[in-house]
């Protein structure tokens, strides 16, 4: 559905009494319509070759060879927020979280090769409340803008009964193309270098531990952040960094043997993911300086080093695998195009990411 007028909810199975009507019940209509109205332009500010249809029907259109592809294969990706939300809505700090549900996705998409063309969302909440949910779908039009890819659907499901006051919930859904045969990762053997793109904090992983350390400190969202300027809801609310737009021209520049999106289970546990089989990953933790907000996390939850590799990104977003003989101009690519580059490592013989070094 395509923020529907008159769908949102359950669907209105309940055996109706004489006199009683789907507001008493607690599912507001009029808000919905306002809520699609109010979001189109946004929606619209996305709009890109492929796209044939704005918001309203029962269903999004997208043609993959008006986008440019002769031979599309699809790939598709969805994912959410996770508890990050409880604190953006804790705090009051919305409009983050929606750039955030577009990058879990569409920078899991490019690491298969493929470039995201199209995204829909899901916002589900008890009772709608048409600025806060417009201040988030706003946020994801903002991040389908960075990454390149249409907003052309999504749904708004207001639920009572299913959600306390003021909570909501959030999952995306994305959807890229690649000719046929681009698919990576592909080729990847001993020697390749490891070239690791810098997060900008946390990101969208691990925050069930985030929480529960910042309960243990006693500092509330607004507390002066120890470890940044500013509130310290705000500084762990930073968005995670969108790599869509700087891994396509490193693809398109060749060399790219492979990328890994470095979400929950960190480096340890993405890397193994795409390397082949009988070669593991060497990476030197001086290579790069981790953010402050890890250190500080790992001091007051006592986490260990392991721990903290495999639970965080440690300050490393994406992973671009190179062939030996592109590594130094990929870099120079990755680097002119806005990203923070660090030579982390190499493929090895083996298996599993093995560390050495010591974290700056």
Not at 50 to 68: E, K, N
Not at 115 to 134: C, H, I, Q, R, V
């Amino acid at each position: 559905m395509v923020y529907p007028a008159g769908g949102q909810g359950d669907g209105g199975e309940t055996r109706m009494t004489k006199g009683m009507t789907y507001a008493g019940a607690g599912v507001d209509i009029a808000a919905g319509n306002a809520l699609v109205e109010r979001i189109k332009p946004a929606a619209k500010r996305t709009d890109r070759p492929g796209t044939m249809a704005g918001l309203g029907g029962f269903g999004a259109l997208f043609d993959p060879r008006a986008a440019g592809y002769d031979d599309p294969v699809l790939v598709a990706a969805t994912d959410g927020v996770g508890t990050k939300l409880r604190i953006a809505i804790d705090s009051g700090a919305l409009g983050g979280v929606g750039i955030d549900l577009v990058a879990m996705c569409v920078n899991d998409l490019v690491c298969q090769g493929a470039e995201p063309l199209f995204f829909l969302d899901y916002f589900a909440t008890g009772k709608l409340d048409t600025d806060s949910a417009a201040e988030v779908i706003e946020g994801i039009a903002e991040g389908c803008a960075r990454a390149g890819c249409a907003l052309i659907g999504g749904e708004t499901a207001e639920m009572p009964g299913m959600y306390q006051a003021g909570d909501f919930d959030l999952a995306g859904f994305a959807v890229g193309a690649m000719e046929r045969g681009a698919a990576l990762p592909a080729g990847m053997a001993e020697g390749d270098v490891l070239l690791g793109l810098a997060s900008d904090g946390v990101h969208s992983n691990g925050f069930s531990l985030v929480r529960r350390i910042v309960e243990h400190t006693g500092l509330g969202w607004h507390s002066p952040a120890p470890f940044a300027d500013g509130p310290l809801g705000a500084a762990l609310l930073t968005p995670t960094r969108l790599y869509v737009r700087p891994a396509l021209a490193a693809i398109r520049a060749g060399g790219v043997r492979g990328l890994a999106h470095i979400t929950g289970g960190g480096l340890t546990e993405n890397l193994p993911r795409i390397l082949p089989e009988g070669c593991g990953a060497q990476i030197d933790l001086s290579a790069w300086e981790r953010p402050a907000v890890f250190g500080w996390l790992a001091e007051q939850g006592g986490i260990a080093e392991d721990e903290l590799l495999r639970t965080f990104n440690a300050g490393i977003g994406m992973v671009v695998v190179a062939a030996p003989d592109r590594a130094d101009a990929l870099a120079s690519l990755l680097t002119e195009a806005g990203e923070r580059v660090a030579r982390l490592g190499h493929v090895v013989a083996g298996e599993g990411v093995s560390y050495s070094g010591r974290a700056g």
